[in-house]
C-alpha cells in the first residue's frame, strides 16, 4: 500500500488555475495527490498526463485514478523527457508549440520510499545501497561509494548535501572499502557517524541525512533532470500556462529561483535613465508569487516532512 502525504498540495494545483478542458502534466506523479486533485477538477475534454520512473508510484497510481478514466494518462518515464512525451501524447500546433496549461513539479521523495527500507532512500532501515528511483538504472549508491574517488565522493557530499564534513566522510568510505565492499546502509551510516565529530553528531537531526540525500540526488541525476525539465516545461507552456514548482532543499530551490528569473522580462535601458521607457523588455514568464509559499502551520502539525518545502509559480507570457 502506497502511504503518502502530499505536501502543498492545494496551493500548488490552486496556483495552476485548472481549466475543465485544459492539459495539464504532473512530473512527479508519486503518491497521486496531486494528480488527484487535478483531475478532479477536469471536465470531459481535459486532460492529464501523469510522469513517473518508480513502478510502484505508477501501479499505486493505476487505482488511484481510475475513477478518471481517459482523461488520465501514465507515462513511465524521467520527467527530463517531457518534450518527447508531449511530442507522442499531444503533439505540436502548426507553429510548432505544445499549448499545455500547466505543468506540476514535486520534487520531495515519496514516503514510502523512506520509510520502506528495501530501497536503500532511508539511513533508519537497514537494506542494500541502491538509491534508484528507477530500478532499470544501471548506478546505484553502492557503485559510488565503492568505486569514485574519495575526492568525487567528497564533492557530491558537499554540493549535493551541503555536508561541512564531506571530505572526513569520504576519507573514512575510502578507508573501509579498502577491507570489504560496503554492501549496506546501516555499513554507510556507520562510516558517516565516524566521519563527524561527536559534538557535530549531536545536533541538526540524523547524520546520515545531508550524505543520504547527496548520494540520492547524484544515483538519480535530480538536479540535471530537474533543469533540463524546467527549460522544457517553460517552451512547453501556452500563453497564459502556468508551472508549479514545489522544493524541498536550497540547491533545488535555487535552480528554480535563477531558471523562472532568467525567463523574466528585463529593463534594457541604460544605467544613467532616470526612468525605465523600454516597457521593461522582453520575456517569456511573469512571477505569480514573488516570494515562495511555505506550509501552512496546520499543515506542518500533520506533515513535520514539509518544513522546508517551497513553492514557486510563474506564468508563461503572449509573444510581444
Same mark, same amino acid.
Given at each position: 500500500?502506497?502511504?503518502?502525504?502530499?505536501?502543498?498540495?492545494?496551493?500548488?494545483?490552486? @496556483?495552476?488555475?485548472?481549466?475543465?478542458?485544459?492539459?495539464?502534466?504532473?512530473?512527479?506523479?508519486?503518491?497521486?495527490?496531486?494528480?488527484?486533485?487535478?483531475?478532479?477538477?477536469?471536465?470531459?475534454?481535459?486532460?492529464?498526463?501523469?510522469?513517473?520512473?518508480?513502478? !510502484?508510484?505508477?501501479?499505486?497510481?493505476?487505482?488511484?485514478?481510475?475513477?478518471?478514466?481517459?482523461?488520465?494518462?501514465?507515462?513511465?518515464?524521467?520527467?527530463?523527457?517531457?518534450?518527447?512525451?508531449?511530442?507522442?501524447?499531444?503533439?505540436?500546433?502548426?507553429?510548432?508549440?505544445?499549448?499545455?496549461? @500547466?505543468?506540476?513539479?514535486?520534487?520531495?521523495?515519496?514516503?514510502?520510499?523512506?520509510?520502506?527500507?528495501?530501497? @536503500?532512500?532511508?539511513?533508519?532501515?537497514?537494506?542494500?545501497?541502491?538509491?534508484?528511483?528507477?530500478?532499470?538504472?544501471?548506478?546505484?549508491?553502492?557503485?559510488?561509494?565503492?568505486? !569514485?574517488?574519495?575526492?568525487?565522493?567528497?564533492?557530491?557530499?558537499?554540493?549535493?548535501?551541503?555536508?561541512?564534513?564531506?571530505?572526513?566522510?569520504?576519507?573514512?568510505?575510502?578507508?573501509?572499502?579498502?577491507?570489504?565492499?560496503?554492501?549496506?546502509?546501516?555499513?554507510?551510516?556507520?562510516?558517516?557517524?565516524?566521519?563527524?565529530?561527536?559534538?557535530?553528531?549531536?545536533?541538526?537531526?540524523?547524520?546520515?541525512?545531508?550524505?543520504?540525500?547527496?548520494?540520492?540526488?547524484?544515483?538519480?541525476?535530480?538536479? @540535471?533532470?530537474?533543469?533540463?525539465?524546467?527549460?522544457?516545461?517553460?517552451?512547453?507552456?501556452?500563453?497564459?500556462?502556468?508551472?508549479?514548482?514545489?522544493?524541498?532543499?536550497?540547491?533545488?530551490?535555487?535552480?528554480?529561483?535563477?531558471?523562472?528569473?532568467?525567463?523574466?522580462?528585463?529593463?534594457?535601458?541604460?544605467?544613467?535613465?532616470?526612468?525605465?521607457?523600454?516597457?521593461?523588455?522582453?520575456?517569456?514568464?511573469?512571477?505569480?508569487?514573488?516570494?515562495?509559499?511555505?506550509?501552512?502551520?496546520?499543515?506542518?502539525?500533520?506533515?513535520?516532512?514539509?518544513?522546508?518545502?517551497?513553492?514557486?509559480?510563474?506564468?508563461?507570457?503572449?509573444?510581444?
Amino acid at each position: 500500500m502506497f502511504h503518502h502525504i502530499t505536501v502543498l498540495k492545494e496551493e500548488a494545483v490552486e @496556483g495552476l488555475r485548472i481549466k475543465p478542458d485544459g492539459i495539464y502534466v504532473d512530473c512527479t506523479l508519486g503518491g497521486a495527490g496531486h494528480s488527484s486533485l487535478i483531475a478532479s477538477k477536469l471536465g470531459s475534454e481535459g486532460r492529464l498526463i501523469a510522469l513517473d520512473q518508480d513502478d !510502484w508510484a505508477l501501479n499505486n497510481a493505476k487505482e488511484v485514478l481510475k475513477p478518471y478514466g481517459n482523461r488520465v494518462t501514465l507515462v513511465k518515464t524521467n520527467f527530463r523527457d517531457l518534450e518527447e512525451v508531449l511530442r507522442s501524447q499531444v503533439g505540436r500546433d502548426e507553429d510548432g508549440h505544445f499549448h499545455v496549461d @500547466g505543468i506540476l513539479f514535486d520534487l520531495g521523495v515519496s514516503s514510502p520510499q523512506f520509510d520502506e527500507g528495501e530501497r @536503500g532512500f532511508s539511513y533508519n532501515h537497514d537494506a542494500p545501497l541502491d538509491m534508484r528511483m528507477d530500478q532499470s538504472a544501471e548506478l546505484t549508491a553502492a557503485d559510488i561509494v565503492n568505486e !569514485w574517488p574519495e575526492q568525487e565522493i567528497a564533492r557530491i557530499l558537499f554540493e549535493y548535501g551541503e555536508e561541512k564534513f564531506s571530505r572526513r566522510i569520504a576519507r573514512v568510505i575510502c578507508e573501509r572499502r579498502e577491507n570489504s565492499p560496503i554492501q549496506t546502509t546501516g555499513q554507510l551510516v556507520d562510516m558517516i557517524k565516524e566521519g563527524i565529530p561527536a559534538a557535530a553528531r549531536r545536533t541538526g537531526g540524523h547524520p546520515a541525512k545531508r550524505s543520504f540525500q547527496a548520494l540520492r540526488i547524484a544515483v538519480n541525476d535530480e538536479l @540535471g533532470a530537474f533543469k533540463d525539465a524546467l527549460h522544457q516545461a517553460i517552451n512547453c507552456l501556452a500563453p497564459g500556462g502556468r508551472v508549479s514548482v514545489i522544493t524541498f532543499h536550497s540547491l533545488e530551490d535555487r535552480i528554480c529561483k535563477q531558471i523562472f528569473n532568467s525567463y523574466i522580462p528585463k529593463c534594457t535601458c541604460p544605467p544613467d535613465f532616470p526612468m525605465c521607457v523600454c516597457g521593461g523588455g522582453q520575456g517569456t514568464l511573469k512571477l505569480v508569487n514573488r516570494k515562495p509559499i511555505a506550509p501552512s502551520a496546520s499543515e506542518l502539525a500533520q506533515n513535520p516532512r514539509a518544513r522546508s518545502a517551497k513553492l514557486r509559480i510563474a506564468e508563461k507570457l503572449e509573444p510581444s
